[in-house]
């Protein structure tokens, strides 16, 4: 079993940053390759960034390449995503999830909601 928590979401104008954090517990972390999705009002969720087990060739959606940026911290069992020039269509909650095995998005955390104002 693997749990999922993240946190740092919150209000933020146009233009400015936040960083959220995703904290894994119940298995060996380095092993799982971790994504951030976000769902906004009404919308389907989206994928917005992933990152394997190294921490090598991450991936973006392109409405936040170049915006946002996916780190790991295996030592701290986190995942991090540190999100500048922030839009209001960025508003969403934001989930992070694992995928153990290659199998897929096998494991999500309960979302953090982020909301960028104009």
């Known amino acids: 079993q693997v749990q999922l928590v993240e946190s740092g979401g919150g209000l933020v104008q146009a233009g400015g940053s936040l960083r959220l954090s995703c904290a894994a517990s119940?298995?060996?972390?380095?092993?799982?390759?971790i994504g951030w999705f976000r769902q906004a009002p009404g919308k389907e969720r989206e994928f917005v960034s992933t990152?394997?087990?190294?921490?090598?060739?991450?991936l973006y959606a392109d409405s936040v390449k170049g915006r946002f940026t996916i780190s790991r911290d295996n030592a701290k069992n986190a995942v991090y995503l540190q999100m500048s020039s922030l839009r209001p269509e960025d508003t969403a909650v934001y989930y992070c999830?694992?995928?153990?095995?290659?199998?897929?998005?096998?494991?999500w955390g309960q979302g953090t909601q982020v909301t960028v104002s104009s």
């Open positions: 999830a694992a995928d153990i095995s290659g199998g897929g998005w096998s494991y």
């Open positions: 990152i394997n087990w190294s921490g090598a060739a991450p």
């Open positions: 119940g298995r060996t972390f380095s092993a799982f390759r």
